[in-house]
């Protein structure tokens, strides 16, 4: 039996250790979510957070995700907060069109903002270009990204003066 | 109207286009009650399979149409919603169920197959005119972008307008004032007079037993409240936060995995299976040789495929397995020779005396190119759940031919249609690819051979190794030109024709034209992929020309402006191009830029690239695309179409190769069969002309012209003139920037 904890709980599965992480959640946990697309780290679509990192789930076994905090696109918005603002940028941008990509460019996007709060085109095209969309929503998910950027900047500077 | 009767379902049908109405009344039994709880909830009230109102004053429109990213559920319930004035915050959308007694009309396989032209467009009679309807809209294909044009404006608008109708004229009566006092808005009917309003829902029995009309007044353009504007689509909130549902996230209680693999040389048999090595291996639960493909179920999908990957298998050989690509092109090449030679060339189109005009010409230009076979690779790899019990087989996954899946599903089990119930999810990506129903078939196989549910997947190896590809082709030009550089002479030459018959034709006056075609047929499936025949026939005219153009000493804008005096539609689409794109700007050293304007799903698209090359590498920087689909119904949702249309098409022209290698297809995944991605991903401007001409498609005319003004900007920038698909495929380092040279 492993623990995992994804959003914030702890599940006990019993599977193969080598097992890719990306199965395990949408087989025993049910977080479908998560998607595959190619099995060999090649397109983001299984894209997740170990530890605040973004990760391809199809390829991380969970022997590799054990003690560590997984968040999947399920974990990124809450009844409490509401959507994330990169979520809210992708309905403003109307990013999606098949939507199948779109958690693991969320995940990417959420990813690199935790990281980087304001990020130039070069450190979009960084943290982006694992993730693969054949829609060709790569223009509405950089305008998504400099959106989203602007409202947790915005956020940030409230809660300073607030504070400060 | 607690429940249909046969009645109510023949004059709701045939009056409002009643198309699956109709069908339902001819048939015999009790299937319309059937119908009826698929469609509605208790207290509804139908008046046709199209729209419904619920007590609580929300208009349900169901859409014949699967929804693969191309936004196609919003545009058409926004089609609906406007023509009855229903309120868009109060408007659903429900997609149709793949149900015969839904959809009612004979499935011709042959229509499937492409040898039938669609989609034949308005005819004039009240019979053609639902004919018409019902011809698209009981098939339930989405593709040929035809959903706007032909389901939306003929049938959803329609529908609607008709709705609406009725709808005043049940007011009318109830409160004894003549329906021409009576108005409609969000929903609501106002008569001003006495100051009296109600919503929809207060009149929807009444008006359900009224005469629908037949062709109710449709709005023109400047009563739009809804068409033409930048409503958010209905389905992407779910797509932001994970909860849509995709054919891949069905789950059943007690369901089982499935890998499969299938014979790698297409039309081989599996001759052997040794099963030994994964007998002791966990989660097993069974492997299934389906005659051409092996199958593992086991507890999980992971399970399944590690296992698979540890079998033995030995396929038959079929002869195919010494085929290369460059047999194949040699092939192409012969067989168009040998139409020369033998007098069989296949007439596509003819204007004038092109053969004479050409002996008789100052000069002559040839040139041939080639483009390879392609996969559609959508995101979600090929996957169904199928479960077979109680004589029933039932199916969840993502298709663009819900009922045709179903039959054909019907047809391999050898079951009767009714007992086949397919449940359609959300694609991811379509392309073309989810109008075939093999992974489906294939799932279904599985399912009787098992008590339990089966989620099959296919890898990304299967499904990139198992399409239906974009034929590889070769067309070969020559032209003449006059002493002043016009084309006075256009003859073409290509291998193997498909879909749309139109595709190879040009849309400038040259006076004399010879278009033809040799067949060429190899063991390579063939499938409809993003615009079809225009995917390639764009690239090989589009270059052609540009090369003319250079020969002629012109400005390829200029040249292709010139030659488009006659056709003032198209020069519209390609000044506004040029125009937005400030085509004489001076650009970068090392940039280059390009043209081309192509006409497919009665679009036109002209679109202008700039790229960069950097060590040798293409960079496209920046697109400037026009569009002209008549009206653009949803303005944001056109340009998404049309962002995805080049970044679609500049992928292929870039990096697409999909080759045979012995019998096979060589590549396999993402790593070998390259995608575009976010760093080589141009800005895309895109400008809109409503002409308010003939409504055209979305989804697909963003796609042709991209590749020639990719090649043309190439061309631009280095001298060097591509020929041949993918651009990878040349060596652009070292170019004496500047030189003319031929690839």
């Known amino acids: ?164 | 109207m607690g429940k249909w009767t046969r009645r109510a379902f023949i004059s709701a049908g045939v009056l409002a286009g009643g198309v699956v109405v109709f069908g339902v009344a001819i048939r015999p039994g009790n299937r319309a009650d059937k119908v009826r709880k698929m469609i509605a909830g208790e207290d509804d009230s139908i008046f046709n399979v199209w729209v419904k109102i619920s007590p609580d004053n929300s208009v349900t429109a169901i859409v014949p149409h699967a929804e693969m990213g191309q936004g196609v559920h919003t545009t058409l319930a926004m089609m609906l919603a406007d023509e009855m004035d229903a309120d868009w915050q109060q408007m659903k959308m429900l997609e149709a169920p793949a149900n015969k007694e839904y959809a009612n009309y004979a499935l011709a396989k042959g229509f499937i197959a492409g040898d039938v032209d669609f989609p034949s467009f308005l005819v004039d009679t009240v019979d053609g005119f639902f004919l018409t309807v019902m011809k698209a809209m009981n098939m339930q294909i989405t593709g040929g972008s035809t959903s706007v044009p032909t389901t939306g404006q003929l049938g959803m608008r329609v529908a609607g307008a008709a709705t609406r109708a009725v709808l005043l004229e049940a007011a009318a009566n109830a409160w004894s004032v003549p329906a021409s006092e009576l108005s409609a808005r969000k929903g609501e009917i106002f008569h001003q007079a006495s100051s009296r309003s109600a919503p929809f829902a207060e009149f929807a029995l009444q008006a359900a037993a009224l005469s629908l009309p037949v062709k109710p007044r449709l709005k023109t353009p400047d009563e739009y409240t809804i068409m033409g504007t930048d409503v958010l689509r209905l389905d992407v909130p779910s797509k932001v936060d994970g909860t849509a549902e995709f054919g891949i996230d069905a789950s059943l209680p007690g369901m089982k995995y499935a890998a499969v693999k299938a014979a790698p040389v297409f039309g081989t048999t599996v001759k052997s299976v040794d099963d030994s090595s994964i007998q002791d291996m966990p989660g097993i639960r069974k492997v299934v040789n389906l005659g051409d493909a092996v199958v593992v179920i086991a507890d999980g999908y992971w399970q399944a495929q590690q296992a698979l990957d540890q079998l033995k298998i030995e396929f038959e050989q079929n002869g195919s397995e010494t085929i290369e690509q460059s047999d194949i092109f040699r092939q192409f090449a012969a067989d168009m020779d040998k139409a020369t030679v033998d007098g069989e060339e296949i007439l596509d189109f003819e204007q004038g005396d092109a053969i004479s005009a050409l002996s008789a010409a100052d000069r002559i230009v040839e040139a041939e190119y080639r483009v390879p076979y392609l996969s559609h690779a959508p995101m979600e790899p090929m996957n169904c759940t199928a479960w077979m019990h109680d004589n029933i087989c039932e199916l969840w996954t993502g298709t663009q031919n819900p009922l045709g899946f179903a039959a054909e599903v019907a047809d391999a089990l050898e079951m009767d249609l009714a007992n086949v119930l397919l449940y359609n999810a959300y694609l991811g990506g379509g392309f073309g690819r989810r109008a075939f129903p093999d992974y489906t078939i294939q799932a279904a196989r599985i399912a009787a051979e098992v008590p339990y549910p089966v989620k099959l997947i296919w890898s990304r190896e299967e499904d990139m190794r198992h399409d239906h590809y974009r034929q590889a082709s070769i067309s070969r030009f020559r032209a003449a030109l006059d002493s002043n550089g016009q084309p006075t002479a256009w003859i073409n030459q290509y291998v193997d024709k498909h879909d749309p018959k139109e595709a190879p034709y040009i849309p400038y006056a040259i006076a004399h034209q010879y278009i033809h075609y040799a067949e060429s047929r190899t063991h390579v499936p063939w499938g409809f992929w993003r615009s079809v025949d225009h995917s390639l026939h764009a690239f090989f005219t589009e270059s052609f020309i540009d090369e003319l153009a250079f020969e002629a000493g012109r400005d390829p804008y200029q040249y292709r402006h010139d030659l488009l005096a006659g056709a003032p539609r198209f020069q519209k689409v390609i000044d506004l191009a040029a125009e937005k794109a400030n085509w004489n700007a001076t650009l970068p050293e090392n940039w280059g830029r390009g043209i081309a304007i192509h006409k497919s799903f009665g679009t036109i698209v002209a679109q202008v690239v700039e790229i960069e090359i950097v060590a040798g590498r293409v960079f496209p920087r920046r697109t400037i695309c026009a569009v002209d689909a008549g009206f653009a119904m949803h303005p944001d949702g056109m340009k998404a179409q049309m962002e995805s249309g080049i970044v679609y098409g500049l992928t292929a022209a870039l990096y697409s190769d999909i080759s045979i290698r012995r019998g096979a297809v060589a590549q396999s995944n993402f790593h070998d069969y390259q995608m575009l991605r976010m760093n080589e991903s141009p800005e895309i401007e895109t400008y809109i002309i409503n002409s308010g001409e003939k409504i055209g498609g979305a989804g697909e005319p963003g796609t042709p012209a991209i590749a020639p003004a990719l090649v043309n900007a190439i061309f631009n920038a280095t001298g060097k003139r591509i020929r041949e698909l993918p651009v990878k495929m040349h060596d652009l380092t070292d170019l004496d920037m500047g030189s003319k040279d031929v690839a």
Request: glycine share 10%; net charge negative.
């Open chain 1, 1 to 164: 039996m492993t623990t995992l904890n994804i959003n914030g709980e702890n599940h006990d599965v019993d599977v193969d250790p080598a097992t890719p992480l990306l199965w395990v959640i949408r087989e025993q946990i049910g977080l479908t979510g998560t998607k595959f697309g190619c099995g060999i780290a090649q397109c983001g679509a299984c894209t997740i957070h170990l530890d605040g990192s973004p990760i391809r789930s199809c390829v991380t076994p969970v022997s590799a995700a054990v003690g560590m905090e997984i968040r999947t696109i399920e974990g990124i918005s809450s009844a409490e907060a509401g959507l994330h603002p990169v979520q809210q940028a992708w309905i403003d941008e109307q990013v999606p069109q098949c939507g199948y990509c779109q958690s693991g460019q969320v995940m990417s996007a959420v990813a690199l903002l935790e990281s980087n709060p304001a990020p130039n085109d070069s450190d979009i095209d960084a943290a982006m270009s694992g993730n693969i969309c054949r829609c060709g929503t790569y223009s509405r998910i950089r305008k998504g990204i400099k959106r989203a950027s602007k409202v947790i900047n915005a956020a940030a500077a409230d809660r300073e003066a607030i504070n400060g």
